[in-house]
């Protein structure tokens, strides 16, 4: 069974862990998950951007939360 | 008679089972719905995304919702 | 006469009967209509995709109301 | 001088009447007023789409509000 | 000096003026401003859709605000 | 230092002042701001549309804040 | 560990550093960040817009919030 119980639970065990996230404009990050907030506002940290020819990084970075389509945590 | 009285309640009665979801930009996932909020924000395990060539594992996945068209649990 | 005073009233007459919904997107429903909110999220049961090559089933679903440009009930 | 203090105050005067609707995507369609609420989702009777080939009868229907531009009453 | 405070301040004074409005999707439209509100949604009497092969009739029109993109009164 | 502690305190110092500013949909514009408010709503005089072909005069103008991507004031 | 708690937080500690913003539209800036509210409106100095074919200087400006993607502080 399940612990979770809001979305934000699984952004919650996510945190200091490296996830994937898809923005909407078909762009694709990964980065370390240092915190969020309702508004699925991110910011991670050794964060690359991953594109059909390879991947592009920046660092640390603020997401804005309304350009973000999903985040995958890492597989367990 | 129908005992389903809010949109709400059948994401309620959907939990734990294998939904498909339609999201903006022709994305097609599916995967076991877990939790849910009244944002239409979804968590899903085992999810992966169907597209015209196969389907591409995600693993567990937090989706914003309003990405998200239409949800549709199992036939029961 | 008309006793409909609200938008929203309309919808309530129109439960447990089948309507047409067009989406964004120039996609077009049927289904049966179960539930709803004041921001159109809507469940349908027995709800089909009607498209220009015929239609596809969906079985039961949740409507994002974002996404919903207009419903018809049926014809009385 | 005009009695009108607020938008809304016109689409009052308007029940009843027979409308024409603009909405994004290039969309038109008329049809009899009969509810409104400040979202401008609104309910017609008698509707109908206008194409650039022909009109296509909708019957009743609930319009979304933020999918309208424009509502024009009838010349009075 | 101005005395105009807020952006509002400046439709108030447009009011039973001729008006030009910008509308997004490249529409312009011209007409005499009789109301507005807080949301920028506008009632023109007088009202004409300006394209680039010449103008078309629309009486009176109540426009959704959030449609719009700017307001000109007339020279002074 | 800064004495700015908000983003509406750089309007509030531009005021009275030549602004140049960037819309959606590629539209640039400029002229004097005269009032603005938190949604960055924005009234401007003597305001020119500027394109690639030179401008096109508006004299006074009110700007709906949503279609706004940044406002410059002039170098001091 | 990561004493950031809120995505905002990072923003704070951002003030007076220049940071690379992407916004929607494919534009990129680059800045030295002087405020920022929680809509992510920021004001920069010293910015300039950075094209494919070199960058465009732009000095002091205020951007609306909801057209940036991502913030990124310069490395550490």
Request: aromatic share 2%.
């Amino acid at each position: 069974m399940s612990s979770t119980n809001k979305p934000m639970d699984l952004l919650n065990q996510s945190r200091e862990k490296r996830v994937l996230i898809r923005l909407r404009g078909n762009r694709r990050m990964r980065g370390i998950l240092k915190s969020y907030d309702i508004h699925l506002n991110l910011t991670l940290t050794d964060a690359e951007e991953i594109g059909d020819e390879g991947s592009n990084k920046l660092g640390e970075v603020i997401v804005r939360g309304d350009n973000v389509i999903m985040v995958s945590p890492p597989p367990q």
